[in-house]
């Protein structure tokens, strides 16, 4: 089994800067989330708030 590492302050920066087009999402590897984020402008921002909340208690790297 191989695991999806991926580096948590990559993650980090983009959803900071390109949280609400939802930039950490497609970086994650997921694309339908990534475009539901597009429309709803980060699930009304809420959702990017919560996302850099999650990522900053995720330790470095992650598994997707």
């Not at 980090?12 to 800067?17: D, G, S």
Request: aromatic share 18%.
């Amino acid at each position: 089994m191989q695991s999806n590492l991926k580096s948590k302050w990559v993650s980090l920066l983009l959803c900071f800067f390109f949280g609400i087009v939802g930039a950490h999402k497609f970086y994650e590897g997921k694309i339908l989330l990534g475009i539901v984020y597009i429309f709803t402008l980060g699930i009304f921002g809420i959702g990017v708030l919560i996302d850099f909340i999650r990522l900053l208690f995720k330790p470095n790297p992650y598994s997707v």
